[in-house]
């Protein structure tokens, strides 16, 4: 798989963990990331794997940086691409040649875009979450493989809630992605199966 980070990395550095293990059944050949010197990546070059770095500013158009974006991660021909905690929209060029994951800090569909939390906590809500999906064109729209609930407690502000929330989605990526990758998987419209088919296979 090749990983997309764009900050701190802990749920790239949950997978890089796992990763070490070879009945996992999945390993990290490539970390990317939209900006430069993101603390994630660092971590990903201090364990030796191989970083590369398409900085979302130095194109004048969005599509001209997704076409890179897309070029760059087929050099290591992933049968996966896990955004984790990458902070930029992956549009067409990417998505229509790679399949993706994506994790989210809240229960899509409620809640999409850059500041889940912090919307949840403004609404109101008494339980929020995380969820991991394919992605598709839209914002946070594709299909959901799996989500965890998280309990909001009164007083909760968005980092301590997001710290809370991102200590389960650590768990969920890494279980998601390792069974992604032993099973493979279908996907049936909205629907995600685990188990493998001739068309959606990690090989
Ligand atoms: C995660 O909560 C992810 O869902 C969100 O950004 C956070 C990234 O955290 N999009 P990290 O960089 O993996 O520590």
């Known amino acids: ?3 997309l980070i764009s ?42 794997v191989p970083t590369f770095v398409v900085p979302f500013r130095a194109f004048a158009e969005r599509s001209e940086w997704d076409a890179a974006m897309s070029d760059r991660i087929a050099e ?4 996966l691409v896990v955004s ?7 549009g067409p060029a990417v998505v229509g040649r790679h399949q993706a994951v994506n994790i989210h800090p ?7 875009g850059a500041h889940a939390v912090r919307d949840a906590l403004a609404h ?10 394919f992605l598709d064109e839209g914002i946070d729209s594709g299909p959901i493989i799996d989500q965890v609930a998280v309990p909001v407690e009164d007083g909760d ?7 809370r929330i991102k200590v389960v989605e650590r768990r969920m990526l890494v279980d998601t992605v390792g069974r992604l ?11 995600v199966r685990f188990g493998r088919t001739d068309t959606k296979e990690i090989r």
Not at 18 to 38: H, L
Not at 124 to 133: D, E, S, Y
Not at 181 to 191: P, S
Request: proline residues 4%; charged residues 20%; glycine residues 14%.
């Open 1 to 3: 798989m090749v990983v």
């Open 7 to 48: 900050g701190t990395g802990s749920n790239m550095s949950a997978l890089m963990e796992a990763a070490k293990d070879p009945a996992y059944g999945a390993e990290i050949v490539a970390v990317g990331t939209d900006r430069e010197g993101t603390r994630g990546i660092q971590v990903a070059e201090a364990a030796g």
């Open 76 to 79: 290591y021909t992933p049968d």
């Open 84 to 90: 984790a905690g990458f902070m930029r929209i992956l």
């Open 106 to 112: 809240a229960l899509l569909p409620s809640f999409p």
């Open 124 to 133: 109101g809500v008494r339980v929020t979450g995380t969820t991991i999906h």
């Open 157 to 163: 502000d968005e980092a301590g809630l997001h710290e």
């Open 181 to 191: 990758a032993r099973e493979g998987w279908t996907i049936d419209g909205r629907h």
